[in-house]
């Protein structure tokens, strides 16, 4: 990274309110299929599945209002759900529920007011400790954290006098720290959110989706058209996806030792896309996924079924 961009970026100015062992040809064994453990998430058409990976058994994980449903997603510990929807009639307000994950029932509901009025496309991501609300940047937000009760906690709208804006990314990391992109840049910012740390300078033209480890240690993202791996330092960035299409994302294991890659991507007009589900190690080896995969490459297929799990918008594996 260019000296004076680490000056500019440490110098910055927040605006708060209140982150195994294989061959080096990549052809490393994945365990035998019962060893893998967790359950993948992940919508497909109207649906949202549940798969678990011990029985590879897929069920609906659950019924979802595709009309006013904003977006979902699930505590680290898989015990809570957090969805948010629109409020009829209102453009300024998001609901938001936790729900239990093991019965259904919900834990907590409340009402987000947008700060910066009309808006009715909001979600949110669930801290690892369950206490804390991350909201995506947009066109006029910038960053917000939220607590459960709908209270605005922090609030990041811009980085060197320049607006986080739509296509800029922020996602939680261990501890409650947040990871974050801003230009060719991902930056880190720990509770109490009062600095930031540059990460990484990315000099792409096109990268982004950013994921991080459990337990914090790794990063993996994407660089064109293919997944890459690095330290949570931004060391020994290193590609561990190639094939004949498109990569568009892979998250981590619970474990953080194995990536599900969204291989095979195909683009859609009105949503992120579709793709078929391969499992790699994290061991920072190159892998070649999607369409007749390389040696190491676990295709994600349900009980009685000789076709790859395909999923579109979003995937958890908890």
Not at 33 to 48: C, K, N
Not at 101 to 118: L, Q, R
Request: aromatic fraction near 10%.
């Amino acid at each position: 990274m260019k000296n004076v961009n680490m000056l500019v970026l440490l110098s910055v100015a927040l605006f708060f309110n209140m982150t195994g062992c294989s061959k080096n040809d990549g052809s490393a064994e994945l365990p035998v299929d019962d060893e893998f453990s967790g359950i993948l998430l992940y919508d497909s058409g109207e649906q949202t599945y549940k798969l678990d990976l011990s029985t590879k058994v897929r069920s609906i994980y659950f019924d979802r209002n595709t009309y006013s449903l904003n977006g979902w997603d699930v505590s680290w510990d898989g015990s809570i759900r957090l969805e948010s929807e629109i409020v009829a009639g209102e453009f300024d307000e998001i609901k938001f529920k936790l729900i239990n994950t093991a019965d259904n029932s919900v834990v907590k509901e409340f009402v987000y007011d947008s700060p910066n009025g009309e808006d009715r496309q909001i979600s949110g991501l669930l801290s690892p400790d369950k206490s804390l609300i991350l909201i995506q940047p947009d066109f006029e937000h910038g960053i917000f954290i939220i607590d459960t009760e709908g209270q605005v906690k922090h609030h990041l709208p811009m980085v060197n006098n320049t607006k986080l804006t739509l296509g800029d990314e922020v996602i939680w990391s261990s501890n409650n720290s947040i990871l974050f992109t801003f230009e060719a840049f991902i930056l880190r910012s720990d509770p109490p959110y009062t600095s930031i740390t540059p990460v990484k300078e990315l000099n792409y033209s096109n990268w982004g989706n950013i994921h991080a480890s459990a337990d914090g240690s790794k990063i993996s993202l994407r660089i064109d058209k293919h997944i890459y791996l690095m330290n949570a330092d931004g060391t020994d960035l290193v590609q561990v996806t190639e094939s004949d299409r498109e990569e568009r994302e892979a998250v981590f294991s619970p474990d953080g030792r194995y990536l599900l890659v969204a291989a095979d991507y195909y683009p859609h007009t009105f949503h992120p896309g579709t793709w078929d589900l391969n499992i790699i190690p994290a061991d920072g080896n190159k892998y070649k996924v999607g369409k007749k995969p390389g040696n190491g490459v676990f295709e994600i297929r349900r009980n009685n079924s000789k076709n790859v799990e395909t999923a579109s918008n979003q995937m958890l594996w908890r």
